[in-house]
């Protein structure tokens, strides 16, 4: 009997150090911080939900473009933001036929976006913010192009449905897989990913475990669990080395479209992808295939922030590039005239076109009030009738008599440019609008 304290006193001695290893709050939170809550965190300010008041009318989705009602909201699918003056780049199938677009960032704010430029083909689109501040959502980390490793952790970030912000992780399971049409093989070079990736996740990125964008979300399979895939970064980064020009977005000539590639060797490799004809970058003897070292005296090491850097070039700039034999090449951005600018769409093509103002939407009841209508068409395409908007010509969408000019830039006397029309229809209940498609090819004067 009197051994009994004694145990007691043992055995509660025994429980005391149980209860004071448990760590802290604090401590304990901080140990499910994995890296893969580290890399969501990095990105998910940067990653975006695209909505509009478009309906799918799936009866008539291949000769018609959706109802597009005025009292709904549709979600579309997920972007991210590559800069801070509100470029978002997405899928190119989130956005298609889509007439007004919103965006809602990741606090919340929402904005309305139009489309710079898709590409259905390599299913990627670019969009711009309107009036939105630098400060509202940084750009997202991007890796170094054709940096994969087969197996590592990737995860997709998405942001669908207006629900917020979602994430699903895995591994990169495939390198290099094929997309075929008929029978040839359109690409080579598609990532695949066993991270769930939904509908609404489309458009989205597919990041590394270090928080860097590797890839643009883009189908699953369906019916296939597990089985998702993604565009690779250097592909996206060479279709928006097309996009993001001065031309673009200054109305000021320069002429070089920028590319990059992953050498086997794993070097990456620089160089002039394209160069648009009777520019000032032609004038001074660049032509494709130039690889390039440095750019205005900085070496360059990344493709999007050099084509970023040449959408803010303004007339009168020098610009110098430098090859690798050392000789630099010097020349200067010119300003487009809006005088050829705004007379290409009818000296060029023989179509008139109206600039659509508000007042003129709400006089013809349209369910836009931007873009360009057609007074007079051309003599070349009779399909094309009096009151159709002009949406596209060539991979270029078209807001202003300024987009034609450089949708033309490197067409000439008797080629054929692609054009998407589209004439509108209200319906009975003055609510809704029917846009029917219109694909033609306009002649180059």
Not at 207 to 217: D, P, Q, S, Y
Not at 262 to 279: K, P, T
Not at 297 to 314: C, G, Y
């Amino acid at each position: 009997m009197k051994k009994l304290p004694v145990i007691l006193i043992l055995l509660l001695g025994a429980a005391l150090p149980l209860t004071a290893q448990q760590p802290p709050p604090d401590e304990a939170r901080a140990r499910r911080i994995t890296p893969t809550v580290k890399a969501a965190a990095r990105v998910l300010p940067s990653v975006v939900n695209l909505s509009t008041e478009r309906l799918l009318d799936n009866d008539q989705a291949d000769d018609f473009f959706p109802l597009l009602d005025k009292r709904r909201g549709y979600s579309l699918g997920s972007g991210c933001i590559i800069s801070e003056s509100g470029l978002v780049v997405t899928s190119a199938h989130v956005v298609h036929n889509a007439m007004r677009i919103n965006v809602t960032l990741h606090d919340g704010q929402i904005f309305t976006a139009e489309i710079i430029a898709a590409d259905e083909l390599n299913d990627i689109a670019l969009l711009r913010l309107h009036n939105i501040p630098k400060a509202s959502s940084p750009p997202i980390p991007t890796a170094a192009p054709g940096d994969l490793i087969l197996g590592e952790t990737v995860i997709a970030v998405g942001n669908p449905y207006g629900l917020g912000n979602t994430i699903s992780h895995g591994v990169l399971s495939g390198i290099g897989r094929q997309v075929t049409y008929g029978d040839h093989v359109v690409f080579s070079d598609i990532l695949q990913t066993d991270c769930a990736i939904h509908a609404g996740n489309s458009g989205g990125p597919l990041i590394n475990i270090n928080g860097e964008m590797i890839g643009l979300t883009s189908s699953v399979i369906r019916g296939a669990d597990g089985i998702g895939f993604a565009i690779p970064l250097q592909r996206l980064e060479n279709i928006l080395g097309h996009w993001l020009t001065p031309e673009r977005f200054n109305n000021v000539s320069v002429g070089v479209i920028p590319g990059v590639r992953r050498m086997q060797d794993g070097e990456l490799v620089f160089f002039v992808s394209d160069v648009m004809n009777d520019s000032p970058a032609w004038e001074a003897g660049i032509r494709p295939g130039l690889k390039l070292l440095r750019f205005n005296d900085s070496p360059i090491t990344n493709l999007l922030s050099l084509s970023l850097a040449l959408t803010r070039l303004k007339a009168g700039d020098e610009i110098t590039l430098t090859p690798p034999s050392g000789n630099q090449i010097r020349f200067t951005a010119e300003k487009i005239s809006m005088t050829d600018a705004a007379s290409a769409p009818e000296k060029r093509l023989g179509l008139r076109l109206r600039q659509i103002t508000p007042e003129l939407a709400r006089t013809l009841n349209y369910p836009t009030n931007a873009g360009l209508i057609v007074s007079k068409p051309p003599e070349s395409a009779p399909e094309v009738k009096r009151g159709d908007i002009l949406i596209r010509l060539g991979s270029i969408p078209i807001q202003k008599p300024e987009d034609i000019a450089i949708a033309l830039r490197n067409y000439h006397y008797g080629d054929t440019v692609p054009a998407l029309l589209a004439s509108v229809t209200p319906t009975a209940d003055g609510q809704r609008y029917r846009l029917e498609r219109k694909n033609v090819n306009l002649y180059v004067k």
